[in-house]
């Protein structure tokens, strides 16, 4: 396996950082899940647009632009002689000393690895999934805003950790006035009476790119409505259809959540056409890999 690291692909041994990385210390850096399909990359251009927002929002240059940075993402992807691949970039805050201050350290690391995942078994993506709503509550839009894809995930790990110790793979996460915003790495969708719904972004949901592309194809393709609303885990437990959406789980039909059959407990008729026509785009779009 070769990963980037600040301008070089190295073997997978080889891909250290130093322990003085603020990315280590802190958690101060960023990141992207990138998915490839195909030989292709799929929404690379809106990760990417995503990952400088996400810099910007903590005050981070990356220290090579997008173009540079698409070329190295293919060039990551094509040295692991994948046709699939799920890639992950970081940038983190670089070398300072034990201090807080990011201005102590020197220079952002950028750090690229394809790999594959598989997040869900094949029985679940056919029968659905079961969700439990956590304590744990998504951190608020005046501390950190949650779209910002930091490395600080610890908000939604310890939401993670309640879930699964509950025996749940994966948990809902409220924002603080008690509305439903999202999974700990998914977005959350309803449908009910024929129309699709899901939190804002202003809400606390993360802007998410498999999150787009269900909208785009419930609107253009499978013609029904789609509103951006606060949702509550009422409106979860009393939905026709449940599912779930993420660059990595891409969308996944739910079917129990906090012991309530959603639904008649089967993956729902529109979540089965979403899959279907989402697994359809990702095949055919995307940036090729060349
Ligand atoms: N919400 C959050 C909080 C996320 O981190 C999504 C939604 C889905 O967004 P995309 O753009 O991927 O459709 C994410 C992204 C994991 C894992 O192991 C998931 C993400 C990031 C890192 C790991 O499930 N999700």
């Not at 606390?204 to 409505?225: F, M, Q, W």
Request: aromatic share 6%; net charge neutral.
């Amino acid at each position: 396996m070769k990963i980037y690291l600040d301008g070089n692909l190295v073997e997978k041994e080889d891909a250290k950082i130093s322990v003085f990385d603020h990315g280590l210390l802190y958690g101060d850096g960023i990141f992207e899940g990138i998915r490839a399909y195909n030989g292709r990359v799929f929404r690379l251009k809106e990760h990417l647009d995503r990952l400088w927002d996400s810099a910007k929002a903590i005050n981070l240059t990356i220290p090579i632009d997008k173009k540079e940075m698409e070329k190295a993402v293919i060039k990551t992807f094509l040295a692991n002689k994948f046709s699939e691949a799920y890639m992950r970039l970081v940038v983190t805050r670089g070398c300072g000393n034990l201090g807080l201050d990011p201005g102590n350290c020197v220079m952002p690391s950028v750090i690229i690895i394809a790999d594959s995942i598989s997040l869900y078994s094949e029985e679940l993506y056919n029968n659905g999934m079961e969700i439990v709503s956590v304590s744990i509550r998504r951190i608020r839009q005046d501390s950190l805003s949650p779209n910002t894809k930091s490395l600080n995930y610890l908000n939604n790990i310890l939401a993670k950790i309640q879930a699964t110790r509950s025996g749940v793979m994966e948990a809902i996460m409220l924002n603080s006035e008690g509305y439903v915003v999202e999974c700990t790495g998914d977005n959350i969708f309803l449908v009910k009476d024929d129309i699709l719904y899901t939190p804002s972004p202003s809400d606390g949901a993360l802007a998410g790119i498999t999150r787009g592309a269900a909208i785009e194809i419930a609107k253009n393709k499978l013609k029904i409505p789609v509103k951006e609303e606060r949702i509550s885990t009422y409106d979860v437990y009393t939905a026709d259809e449940c599912f779930l959406t993420g660059t990595a789980a891409e969308i996944i039909p739910v079917v129990i959540a906090d012991s309530r059959q959603i639904g008649d407990g089967k993956p729902g008729e529109t979540t089965l056409k979403l899959i279907k026509e989402f697994r359809s785009l990702v095949r055919l779009t995307g940036t090729p890999i060349r």
